[in-house]
């Protein structure tokens, strides 16, 4: 549903912050505890841990396995790499991505030695002002892909109901503005 479409990018850009918000402090705890060698160590395994249950649950559309996912995308089309190219939405999502990314880069490295550097934070507390920061982003994705949903709906009624130039200007404008969805 074209509404919920807001909702389900911001829960899943909610994950997204929910493991970087969890991880900090878990691996600056794991490194007081324990050392970096150690904190890589069991962070690798737990994930290698973690793959085993997670091919075993996953299944495609069919309900097989997922180690059978390939054979039935065999028998999708091709697309050309050139006609995705030709996508204004791929250019957008790339270059979207691509500072995004520069962001979440930033949270991700500079600002905990900034954290340790400038602001002479143990390590502990460093994980803990992380764990808001992305906590923080996470609660921010999902309040703000449910609110996209909600103003998508909206500003397409404004579109049908509008008929008058001067009242669709006026009411494009404030949905806009309200809702700051392109």
Request: aromatic share 14%.
């Amino acid at each position: 549903v074209e509404k919920e479409r807001g909702l389900a990018v911001g829960l899943y850009m909610t994950g997204t912050k929910i493991g970087p918000a969890i991880g900090t402090p878990l691996t600056a705890w794991l490194i007081t505890v324990y050392n970096w060698q150690a904190m890589f160590l069991i962070l690798g395994l737990g994930g290698l841990i973690w793959l085993v249950p997670w091919m075993i649950l996953l299944k495609n559309e069919s309900g097989q396995p997922a180690k059978n996912l390939g054979a039935a995308a065999r028998g999708a089309p091709d697309v050309p790499f050139s006609r995705i190219l030709a996508s204004p939405v791929a250019w957008g999502t790339v270059i979207a991505t691509f500072c995004y990314m520069y962001f979440v880069f930033f949270c991700m490295t500079w600002m905990p030695a900034y954290f340790i550097e400038q602001r002479h934070l143990s390590l502990s507390k460093m994980g803990l002002y992380t764990f808001f920061s992305f906590g923080g982003m996470a609660i921010v994705a999902a309040l703000g892909g449910r609110q996209s949903g909600s103003c998508r709906g909206y500003r397409n009624r404004m579109r049908r109901s509008a008929r008058g130039g001067s009242r669709n200007a006026a009411a494009s404008w404030a949905a806009r503005r309200w809702c700051s969805v392109p």
